[in-house]
């Protein structure tokens, strides 16, 4: 199992961007994929969340209205649009498929004027 996220990077307070995660090893028909960020000394935290075979998804209070989960399941890949984004949102994301315990690299969101 592997997952490679990318499409970080730095931008203004009120940008967007779409990060992305490249599956392989293993075909996420069937999962929950997941995004996490994890802030400077700060935990880890859920962000979002799918069932990829039902379309079912779940959000943090934080970006409820401002993130979308959505996947392609012909391209294996994870998608996270974020919208109105605040400085607040700055860390490392990264995906997850629920219960297979891999983790890609992340990539750096950085919020800033």
């Known amino acids: 199992v592997q997952l490679a996220e990318s499409g970080g990077g730095l931008v203004q307070p009120g940008g967007s961007l779409r990060l992305s995660c490249a599956a392989s090893?293993?075909?996420?028909?069937?999962?929950?994929m997941a995004w996490y960020r994890q802030a400077p000394g700060k935990e880890r935290e859920l962000v979002a969340a799918i069932a990829i075979a039902g379309g079912n998804t779940n959000y943090a209070d934080s970006v409820k209205g401002r993130f979308t989960i959505s996947s392609d399941s012909a391209k294996n890949t994870l998608y996270l649009q974020m919208s109105s984004l605040k400085p607040e949102d700055t860390a490392v994301y990264y995906c997850?498929?629920?219960?297979?315990?891999?983790w890609g690299q992340g990539t750096q969101v950085t919020v800033s004027s």
């Open positions: 997850n498929a629920i219960g297979r315990g891999a």
């Open positions: 090893g293993f075909t996420f028909s069937n999962d929950v």
